[in-house]
């Protein structure tokens, strides 16, 4: 007996069309997804620095103040970095002061910058003076920073 189909498989173009649509309906879901968690991103880091500018406004308007002040930040952020970013110990935070050396305008930077959009990179958190410049590192997806403040007339001190 001879066979005259020889194995050959033939499709639709019901079906073919069917598993290209299933494609793309795979691949604008995961572009999708992965958008969303961008916006997640900035919104956290957007929500850390706002609770940061909060508490360092409570610390400012009070005669003397000690607090603690511990955020979560993304995933991908590895340090928030503090002042005069050309004047980082390179020895102590060296991709930090590699890559923040020319961070422009602010007195509170993202590590990596590339993080969040170009607006959160850098933050001027106001009534805040940083006596050494440092990074926090994050530790457990949270970033963790010291204000105090001694006397009435004096801006809020950040310190790791």
Not at 12 to 37: C, G, H, N, R
Not at 115 to 122: N, P, W
Request: hydrophobic share 40%.
């Amino acid at each position: 007996m001879l066979m005259k189909g020889r194995g050959q498989m033939q499709m639709s173009f019901t079906m073919i069309f069917s598993i290209i649509l299933i494609i793309v309906t795979i691949a604008v879901a995961i572009y999708a997804i992965a958008k969303f968690m961008d916006t997640s991103n900035c919104l956290k880091v957007r929500l850390y620095y706002e609770d940061l500018e909060k508490e360092a406004e409570r610390v400012w308007r009070s005669a003397a103040a000690d607090a603690t002040f511990r955020r979560e930040v993304p995933k991908s952020v590895q340090s928030i970095c503090f002042g005069d970013t050309s004047k980082l110990d390179a020895r102590r935070y060296p991709a930090e002061s590699q890559a923040l050396r020319s961070s422009g305008e602010g007195n509170t930077y993202l590590y990596p910058r590339s993080v969040c959009e170009t607006s959160l990179a850098s933050r001027e958190i106001a009534h805040v003076t940083v006596p050494a410049p440092f990074c926090a590192r994050a530790e457990n997806r949270h970033v963790t920073i010291h204000l105090s403040k001694t006397s009435s007339e004096e801006l809020v001190s950040v310190a790791p």
